[in-house]
Each structure stands twice: as C-alpha cells, then as structure tokens.
C-alpha cells in the first residue's frame, strides 16, 4: 500500500497536480511564505509597494518571519526599507526574540545594529536573553550580553 502511494504521488508531482510545497493563493500569505523562505524578489515587490510592516493573520511581520527562519538577506532587505524592528506578534515576542530562540547569531546582530531593545520584556516575562540561554545558544547570549542584555 505504501509504495502505491509512493508511486500515486509521484506521478501527481510529475503532472503538476500536486506539489510538495505549499501552495499560497493569498497575495498576503505569499508575502509571509517568502519572507520564510528567503524569496528576495517577493520581498522587493511588497516593498515597492509599501507593505513592509503589514501583520500576518497570527500577528507576525515580514521581519518577524524572516529573523525567526534566519533568513539573513531578507533581514538586511527589510531593515533597509525600514521595517519596524519594535513591532509585536500576539504572544508579545519582537523578531530579536525570535531570532535569538532559535540562535541565528547574524539576524541578532543585524537587529541589535538596527535599534532592537535587547532588554524588552515580554508579558509573560521574556527576554531574548532568557529564551538564548534556554535553547543554549551561547553565542546568541554573548552578543546580547555585549549589547547590555541582562
């Protein structure tokens, strides 16, 4: 059985009736899905129109996304086009806490360099040195403690 539906799949795949990637019908959630994918031209487009600091759904920027995936080009992209390293998603997290979560050291240090505050607090309590130090990304906390995170 299962490598009938191996094979079922495969042939989809090859006739393009499905896809092993998502496929994004909503302009916005396009935007988003680039962002985390690291799709420099979709992001040029958003830009060009001014959408830069648009919210997902979920509450999420562009910036948000990309800093969280740690797609780095993306994150000088939109910093360039002055996208809002301050803003929150639903939980309160900012894209320095994202970042620093998941232990992309370059994104950190282009956000810290773009003006994020390093030592915001989250309303449940977090800091993106507390969430650093929890994943055991020791470079992501030393940066932070250079930049006067405490």
């Known amino acids: ?20 990637k998502p496929r994004v019908t909503d302009p916005q959630e396009e935007f988003f899905q680039a962002a985390a994918e690291g ?5 040029e487009k958003e830009i060009q129109t001014g959408g830069v600091n648009r919210k997902s759904r979920h509450g999420y920027t562009a910036l948000m996304v990309a800093s969280e995936r740690g797609q780095k080009l993306v994150v000088e ?46 309303p449940s309590g977090e800091t993106a040195l507390l969430l650093a130090e929890r994943g055991n990304h020791s470079e992501v906390v030393r940066i932070l403690r250079e930049a006067g995170a405490r």
């Open 39 to 43: 799709d420099l031209a979709t992001i």
């Open 77 to 122: 992209r939109l910093l360039k086009a002055n996208a809002d390293v301050h803003a929150l998603n639903q939980f309160g997290w900012d894209a320095l806490m994202l970042a620093a979560v998941n232990g992309h050291q370059d994104v950190v240090r282009l956000l810290i360099a773009a003006g994020a505050n390093v030592r915001y607090r989250s």
């Open 1 to 20: 059985m299962r490598a009938a539906c191996s094979i079922i799949l495969l042939l989809l795949l090859a006739l393009g009736c499905a896809s092993r």
